[in-house]
Structures are given as structure tokens and as C-alpha cells.
């Protein structure tokens, strides 16, 4: 028997909701991706490069004409000024980011600590590299940083903190002031930073997003993360990127270049030729999800789930109490995917050890008008 290295991990409950949801034939409210297309020029131009032969190796760091493209966005979007060589590698999804900036920096014996609930690559990838997760706890009312239990979880061993915002599951979002406590309470400690800022760009009611990119102490000892999944519709094509001083760039790519040495090359260079186009996408993001969303809460009022509208993500979370009070989350998206035909996550699944009498799922609104009332309507039928 061989003895497994990550002996409390099974297959993620992404690919457990969405077998079931399709197994029974449920809409699909799970696993976090859109139901339509990416950009059609963003199509056209992956499928021109393919046939123009754009189809070998691509530089270990990325494409230079992507990376161009990244540093433009961040100055436009956070007046913040990083050199694409340098600061910039291009990787094969965000996750394959996350992993190498982890392999780069943990030693056996190092503490991380992520905040509960979470996307759940950051564990593992912690495990793998030696390292032990310290997890806190996020406000189960709002899901805000508890800082006080953030000091208590910080040890001499903290190598490393893990924060996302906009924030999956829950839309929670981080400000600039829990930025600056967070920079105030490590600031004379060995301590490196993940930023994940995959949906950096679903952002609502006109709240700006605060990057780890614009903040002067933060930045120097973070990773920031990305992904042209969320931003462009197109989770499958796994492509993201990592933005991290010189010195940590330099680290993470000694990883990446054995991880997988490179991003897929075609999708690289339409990503980078729509980007130059196309400026302008990622100011329209914030509308285009926030109508989609508002669709979804306004069709959701006339359900028995109790629910605060999303800030952040593309994902809304219901509490079930008034409906199947003695269920568990398991239970219940299990419940509504076999017996309503909505699939859903249990937010407990993200939870290291979940938070007592909590009702919660989290369902994707990513997706086109008719699939959204769709889904409602069977929604309000619960
Ligand atoms: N971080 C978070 C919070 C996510 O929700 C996702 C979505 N899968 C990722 C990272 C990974 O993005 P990618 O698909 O580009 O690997
Ligand atoms: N990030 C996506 C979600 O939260 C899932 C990604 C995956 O399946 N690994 O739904």
C-alpha cells in the first residue's frame, strides 16, 4: 500500500458537485465557472494563432508581449508600476501559481496561515511543500479578518500568510485598512504574503478592489495572483499570472520551470493581442457581473433562503435554516441537486473544521439570464 502524502484529502468537492449535477441531469450552480462564451475577438484570436502555428514552447516566464499587457493593466487599474521581466510570470492557471509561490517559500517545519473558509488548492499545496496550515477563522457573520485572532495564530515559525479578495466562497472583501493592520502586524517579521486576487475584476457597487499590488509595505514581500480564467470567461483555458518583487520572482520560477515550465502558447498570445484591443474589458466587469447578480438576489426574494447580495466573486451564498434546519450543507446541496435540480457547494467543505450550526451554500451566478431564472424558479420552489 502505498502511503499517501496527503491522507486527509479526497477529490475536491468542485468535481464531486458538478459529477452529481451531471449524473442527475441538475443545473449546474457549483463548481465557479460561466455557462457562456469568452470575448468572441478573444476566441478568433486563439484559434488564429493556433492555425499561424503558434503551437510550440513558450518562454519559461511567459510571453513578453502578455506580460507587456499585465503591467499596462496594473498601472491603468492600480497606479502601481511593475516591471513585466521581472515581476511578472505567466502560469498555468492561478492555482500552479499558488503551489509554486508555496514550494518557493515554505520549509518543513514552517506555519502558513490561511483563513477559513477557502479555496481549497492552499492546504494541500501548504502540506506538500512540509509546511502546517494554521487556520483562523473568518467572522461567520460577515467574513471579515478577526485581527485579534490573526495575532494569537502568529507564531515564530509564521512563514507565511494566505488572504483572497474578493473572496471565494463567500464575496467578503478585504479594505485597505485590514491591508495596513495586516502590514502593521508583520512588519518586523520574516513573514511573505499570497494575495489572491483572482477576482480582482468582480468587484460591486462601485467599491475600488484593494491590491496588494498598490500597497507600498505589502507588495515587497508578496506574491499577487490572477487569473485570465475569471477575467475572460474562460476557466479552461488555465491560464494566470504572478506578480512579486525581483528577488520572489526569481524564487518561484525555479519552481515553475519544473512544475510545468510554461503556459500554453496560443492562448497567451490571443490573451495578449486582447488585452491591447480590448483595454476596456476589465472596467466593464464590475457591470456586467453586478446585473447578473442583482438578477439572481431580485428572482431569490421570493425563496425561503435568507442571503446578503455577494460584494465580490461571482458567487452567492444562501442560509437554508428556514428550510431544512437539521440538514447539514452536505446534505442539502446533495438534497437540492438530486431532488430540485440545483446544484450547490456546502461552504463547510472549505472550512478546516466547520463552524457550528452554520446553513450555508454557495451558488455560482456566472452564468446566462435563462440559466439564472431557471435555476431560481426551482430555487423558489424549496
Ligand atoms: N483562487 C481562487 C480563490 C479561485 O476561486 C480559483 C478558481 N479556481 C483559483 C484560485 C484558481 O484559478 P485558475 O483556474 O486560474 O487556476
Ligand atoms: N475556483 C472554482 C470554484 O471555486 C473551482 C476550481 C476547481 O474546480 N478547482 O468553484
Known amino acids: ?6 491522507p486527509n484529502v479526497g477529490t475536491t468537492i468542485f468535481t464531486t458537485m458538478s459529477q452529481l449535477a ?7 450552480l457549483s ?7 469568452g470575448p468572441q475577438g478573444l476566441l478568433d484570436a486563439a484559434a488564429q494563432h493556433v492555425l499561424a502555428g503558434h503551437n510550440q514552447y513558450a518562454p519559461m516566464t511567459g510571453l513578453p508581449a502578455l506580460r507587456q499587457q499585465v503591467a499596462a493593466k496594473i498601472a491603468r487599474a492600480y497606479a502601481a508600476d511593475v516591471n513585466p521581466d521581472s515581476e511578472i510570470t505567466i502560469t498555468p492557471g492561478a492555482t500552479e501559481g499558488i503551489f509554486c509561490a508555496i514550494q518557493a517559500v515554505v520549509r518543513p517545519g514552517d506555519e ?21 496550515c494554521v487556520h483562523v477563522k473568518l467572522d461567520p457573520l460577515d467574513f471579515s479578518i478577526d485581527w485579534q485572532r490573526f495575532t494569537d495564530a502568529l507564531s515564530p515559525r509564521t512563514r507565511m500568510v494566505v488572504i483572497n479578495s474578493p473572496h471565494n466562497p463567500t464575496g467578503a472583501l478585504i479594505t485597505r485598512a485590514d491591508l495596513d493592520q495586516l502590514a502593521a502586524l508583520i512588519a518586523d517579521r520574516d513573514i ?5 486576487e483572482v477576482y480582482e475584476h468582480l468587484i460591486y457597487d462601485g467599491v475600488q478592489h484593494a491590491s496588494v499590488l498598490a500597497h507600498e509595505q505589502l507588495y515587497p514581500r508578496a506574491f499577487v495572483v490572477s487569473s485570465f480564467g475569471k477575467t475572460y ?30 503556459g500554453v502558447t496560443p492562448l497567451q498570445w490571443a490573451l495578449a493581442d486582447h488585452m491591447a484591443a480590448h483595454p476596456e474589458h476589465v472596467e466593464q466587469l464590475p457591470a ?24 465580490g466573486t461571482y458567487f452567492q451564498l444562501l442560509d437554508y435554516a428556514a428550510i431544512q434546519p437539521d440538514m447539514n450543507d452536505i446534505e442539502m446541496a446533495q438534497w437540492m441537486t438530486r431532488e430540485h435540480g440545483v446544484a450547490a457547494i456546502p461552504v463547510s467543505a472549505l472550512y478546516q473544521t466547520a463552524e457550528p450550526g452554520q446553513r450555508l451554500i454557495r451558488l455560482c451566478f456566472a452564468k446566462r439570464e435563462e440559466t439564472l431564472r431557471e435555476a431560481a424558479h426551482k430555487l423558489c420552489q424549496i
Open 1 to 6: 500500500m502505498i502511503s499517501s502524502k496527503l
Open 22 to 28: 451531471a449524473e442527475v441531469g441538475a443545473i449546474n
Open 31 to 37: 463548481q465557479g465557472f460561466p455557462d457562456f462564451n
Open 112 to 132: 502558513v496561515i490561511i483563513f477559513d473558509p477557502c479555496y481549497d488548492s492552499y492546504g494541500p499545496s501548504v502540506q506538500l511543500a512540509g509546511g502546517h
Open 192 to 196: 511573505y504574503i499570497i494575495s489572491d
Open 233 to 262: 470567461h474562460v476557466t479552461g483555458w488555465k491560464t494566470g499570472y504572478v506578480v512579486a518583487p525581483p528577488a520572489l520572482t526569481a524564487e518561484l520560477r525555479k519552481v515553475h520551470q519544473y512544475v510545468n515550465f510554461c
Open 288 to 311: 456586467f457581473y453586478q446585473a447578473k447578480r442583482d438578477l439572481f438576489c431580485d428572482l431569490l426574494k421570493g425563496s425561503r433562503f435568507a442571503f446578503t447580495p455577494a460584494p
